[in-house]
């Protein structure tokens, strides 16, 4: 286990040496147990064999962000992960190659990682630390197995997946989303440091909603750095859009039973300093890039959609993989560029490329 500067350097002299993609990088945080969550873990392989680096314990982290910046770099599930490189070292990698992306384009309805080494190799990684903390120090010996157990076989599920997606001509393909995942890891991270109030599913309010919503997300913020907790002990998203939603209909919004005398109380407070707001206080509506007009045509929604499907069951890969419903509106709605197609999902969808009868 790596735990000071001078080992570091050493590693990274041999992570340095390795081929380009023939390294797999894993990580572990303490998003569960406290207000601001850390890089608590680095888990790295590569053929020589595993290697645990521990950020908590190195003040000088300088050579891991060298090497990292112009890495390849093997992950599963990689978009949390790339949230949290992004959070700690402002960089990523230079290529995220990651076998959940490759697993779903071949068409596996299960591409957890422990669904994949099971089904492969006969590996059961086991589950037990996943909600641990690992800021613990000193960190226990079955939590260190586990940690290792993430990348300890990656590259040689890897290689077969990489084997499969060339047999089936989805290599580009993979690359590509890969590239394109990364993209937007990147976007999420400069909007979600100038908003982060902006939750999923806020998208459906007005602009008082959203003012409901600013006013509750950053009490919630409050309340969990105050205890130092992460936020969702205090409530959960879908309460926060609940009590907006009451909120922007001028309604009320009712302190959740089991919270203490003065939670409740600063809650009010924050309910009543919304409701001082005055309209021109209140956030704008903000439209992504990749929405368009509301008035597509629900005729050309539904070609969309078939075709979409038909092409989605004649690949034996998830419709969501092609298209959400959010491109298949922009398409209906003429917005092609709009709806911010990947160059392999645009030849398939716009016909591009030659189709198999029954999938036009």
């Known amino acids: 286990m790596i735990t ?27 998003s569960l147990h406290c207000y601001r969550e850390r890089l608590c873990l680095i888990q790295y392989a590569d053929e020589q064999g595993d290697e645990i680096i521990d950020p908590l314990l190195i003040e000088e982290m300088t050579p891991f962000r060298d090497w990292l910046t112009g890495a390849q770099v093997w992950m599963h599930g990689a978009d949390y992960d790339m949230s949290l490189l992004l959070k700690t070292f402002g960089t990523l990698p230079n290529l995220i190659l990651d076998t959940e992306v490759a697993a779903r384009l071949l068409g596996y309805e299960r591409f957890g990682l422990a669904a994949l080494m099971e089904q492969f190799y006969g590996i059961v990684l086991s589950k037990k630390n996943q909600k641990a903390n690992w800021a613990v120090r000193p960190i226990p010996v079955e939590m260190q197995e586990y940690a290792r157990g993430d990348v300890t076989c990656m590259l040689k599920l890897a290689d077969r997946l990489v084997r499969q997606l060339r047999e089936k001509k989805r290599y580009e393909w993979f690359l590509e989303s890969c590239r394109y995942n990364m993209k937007h890891a990147r976007q999420r991270h400069s909007e979600q440091r100038k908003e982060d109030w902006r939750i999923k599913g806020c998208g459906k309010l007005e602009r008082r909603g959203l003012a409901a919503l ?4 950053n009490w919630r913020s409050a309340e969990a750095k105050r205890l130092d907790c992460p936020p969702f002990h205090v409530c959960h998203n879908e309460a926060l859009l609940r009590w907006s939603v009451q909120l922007e209909a001028f309604g009320t919004a009712m302190p959740l039973s089991y919270w203490s005398g003065p939670r409740c109380t600063r809650f009010r407070l924050a309910v009543r300093n919304f409701q001082l707001l005055d309209e021109e206080e209140y956030p704008i509506i ?15 929604l539904e070609h969309w959609k078939q075709r979409r499907d038909a092409l989605a069951q004649h690949l034996g890969i998830e ?14 709605a003429g917005a092609r560029k709009a709806a911010d197609l990947m160059n392999w ?3 398939l969808l ?11």
């Open 345 to 347: 999902q645009r030849n």
């Open 286 to 300: 903000r439209k992504s890039s990749s929405t368009h007009d509301a008035n597509y045509n629900e005729t050309q």
């Open 214 to 217: 600013r006013a509750l997300y």
């Open 350 to 360: 716009l016909g591009e490329t030659p189709l198999p009868r029954h999938a036009r």
């Open 319 to 332: 419709p969501s993989l092609l298209a959400t419903r959010g491109q298949l509106e922009c398409l209906a």
């Open 4 to 30: 000071d500067g001078e080992a570091l350097k050493v590693w990274a002299v041999r992570a340095n040496a390795q081929p380009p993609g023939r390294v797999v990088l894993d990580l572990e945080a303490d």
